[in-house]
């Protein structure tokens, strides 16, 4: 075979093998190249949720001055005080009211006759020495013991004094179709704005009427040791205690009481170290704490509360009975502040009321 034949015949060889090889993607470099990843990764999530912006709902708030077992508004919040002048053009008057329908402490004396200002005898003490020291403080008072008087006549009165007055004293027997009509004008009269002043025995009133019992602040009479000495001593700066020593001597019956009283400004209590004993048997006493004065709005009205006045010089003139001044001066400037003259039931100074 010639040469040139031979080179020609090696030349178409080695290119059908390139070709060869080509079709069948034989190739080292192509082996060597990494496949790109066949999972990707998430970017981190940046993303910060909105700030809530709904506002939780405020908490409730208890309304504390409401007493559900009496039905009013009581304590020691004005709000409690219906001040709807009813009494702005009422002149500056007062009635003492001291019908006993049950055992009649000595210092009242004889029942009185019926109608409206009856006459009084010597030994009507209480209500004659109440008369004296309010109209000494220009305060007019007229007084009773008939229980359809208090019933029709006490919206004329910016007060209303129980002096003592006890057992049913609001109960008219003889009134077969309204017996329970001073019931219904004293607890209306409390409502319109009117004061109330509940002395000594007015503890032991009314036992089965909730009302009455809620007006003296959730308070009543149970029992009594012997009338003994103590010291009162004043607990709060009030209007009614102005003036008034912080420590007096005195002499009283010491009422223990059964409810003892709640959401009242405490003004004045026994020091129960100074007493002979505490209680009387079965009632064991207030030995922490025996209160003798307080005060309380109550379902529109203002009352003002004491267990004292147990005995005749109490209440007499220019008395030598130990903390009988003080004891005086304490209830009329009480009964100022129920009539609204100044301010009730309050740690700030007297002042004089703009109105009623």
């Known amino acids: 075979m010639r040469t040139s034949n031979k080179k020609f015949i090696y030349t178409a060889i080695a290119g059908a093998l390139v ?21 990707v990764t998430p970017p981190p999530t940046t993303e910060v949720p909105p700030p809530t912006t709904e506002t939780p709902p405020p908490t409730e708030v208890v309304d504390t001055s409401f007493d559900t077992y009496y039905n009013v508004c009581r304590g020691t919040d004005s709000k409690c005080y219906n001040n709807w002048g009813a009494f702005a053009t ?8 001291s019908r006993t329908a049950g055992p009649r402490h000595a210092n ?3 029942p009185m006759g019926p109608g409206m200002n009856p006459p009084m005898v010597e030994n009507n003490v209480m209500q ?6 309010l109209e000494a403080a220009g305060i007019e008072v007229h007084w009773t013991e008939d229980v359809t008087q208090l019933a029709s006549q006490i919206n004329r009165y910016k007060t209303v004094i129980f002096a003592s007055s006890n057992r049913d004293t609001l109960w008219n027997e003889a009134a077969a179709n309204s017996n329970d009509a001073a019931r219904t004008s004293l607890r209306n009269y409390m409502r319109r704005g009117g004061g109330f002043v509940g002395l000594h025995n007015a503890f032991g009133a009314e036992y089965n009427w909730s009302y009455y019992e809620g007006l ?5 009479f149970y029992n ?9 001593q004043i607990v709060a700066q009030d209007p009614s205690t102005e003036g008034v020593s912080l420590s007096f001597p005195f002499k009283d019956e010491w009422y223990n009481l059964a409810p003892f009283p709640t959401n009242v400004k405490f003004l004045a209590k026994v020091d129960t170290s100074t007493l002979s004993q505490v209680g009387a048997p079965p009632h064991p006493g207030h030995a922490d704490f025996h209160p003798v004065a307080w005060c309380q ?3 529109g009205g203002r009352a003002w509360l004491s267990t004292l006045g147990h005995a005749a010089d109490h209440f007499t003139e220019n008395s030598a009975a130990p903390g009988a001044q003080d004891f005086q001066k304490m209830v009329v400037q009480a009964v100022k502040s129920t009539m609204g003259l ?5 740690s700030t100074p007297a002042a004089a009321a703009t109105g009623n």
């Open 342 to 346: 100044t301010d009730f039931c309050t």
């Open 297 to 299: 709005y109550y379902d």
């Open 19 to 39: 070709l060869a090889l080509g079709a069948c993607g034989g190739n080292d470099d192509d082996d060597n190249v990494t496949p790109p990843p066949t999972t």
């Open 224 to 232: 009594h040791g012997p009338n003994r000495d103590g010291t009162v």
């Open 108 to 110: 009242l004396g004889t």
């Open 216 to 220: 003296l602040g959730n308070a009543n």
């Open 90 to 97: 009422t002149p500056d008057r007062v009635l003492i009211y």
């Open 128 to 133: 004659a020495g109440l008369k004296r020291m």
